[in-house]
């Protein structure tokens, strides 16, 4: 079983939709949650950074942390075509003060105009 | 563009070549790292440097693997008698080194073993 679970989609909506994406993870050490963004061929974007359970709001994006169930998620309200992408969880636990990330699948999404 | 910068983007090679990547980070960030993507799934952790020393190397970097950082600046990634299971998205990120850092990742090297 791997530590991070996370639905790999793929996840179609129209746009102005609100789309949740989600993962699930074991590891209850991992004390930082992070929501990537991935263009086809490109690296990572960081999204969102959230420490600890509760919630996070920036513009559009909602990121929510439920340590208790280990559940994680990301709420994209008003979608855009320009959303479309391949949205990544990940989390670490603080080592020798450095972070590990651990990755989920990733969720293919695309926004329908 | 002061983001972190990754060379070749692309490299194609045959069975058994060695390759290497470059990799230079954001300007004044101490903490490096390496991953690997292959496709449809996200990256997993290979190695970080903290400055030019390598603190932690993951189970995936097998013995063909090895990375440097030599003056604390930018790191190489050498991959010896590549094998086809290696054809994978290579990622570096770069962070400041402080609690609670954020991973700043480079667009990849993308690696086609033949």
């Known amino acids: 079983q791997k530590e991070v679970e996370q639905d790999p989609g793929p996840l179609s909506v129209p746009e102005g939709a609100i789309v949740s994406l989600n993962c699930t993870y074991s590891n209850s050490a991992f004390q930082y949650f992070m929501w990537y963004r991935q263009y086809s061929r490109k690296g990572p974007e960081l999204l969102m950074y959230?420490?600890?359970?509760g919630n996070k709001e920036d513009g559009r994006f909602t990121a929510q942390v439920d340590k208790s169930s280990k559940y994680i998620s990301l709420f994209i309200r008003d979608s855009q075509p320009s959303d479309s992408a391949t949205y990544l969880c990940a989390m670490s636990a603080e080592i020798q003060g450095a972070q590990k990330l651990v990755f989920g699948q990733g969720t293919r999404l695309t926004i329908n105009p | 563009d002061t983001g972190v910068s990754q060379n070749p983007r692309h490299k194609i090679t045959k069975r058994g070549q060695n390759v290497t990547f470059r990799c230079d980070p954001i300007s004044e960030h101490n903490r490096l790292y390496w991953y690997r993507q292959t496709l449809g799934q996200g990256p997993e952790f290979l190695t970080y440097?903290?400055?030019?020393?390598?603190?932690?190397k993951s189970r995936l970097l097998s013995d063909r693997f090895s990375a440097e950082r030599p003056k604390g600046s930018f790191s190489t990634l050498e991959i010896q008698r590549t094998e086809q299971g290696d054809s994978a998205m290579y990622l570096c990120?770069?962070?400041?080194?402080?609690?609670?850092?954020?991973?700043?990742f480079g667009p990849g090297t993308r690696l086609l073993v033949l």
């Open positions: 959230t420490y600890s359970s």
């Open positions: 440097f903290q400055n030019e020393a390598q603190l932690e």
């Open positions: 990120a770069s962070s400041l080194g402080f609690w609670r850092e954020t991973q700043y």
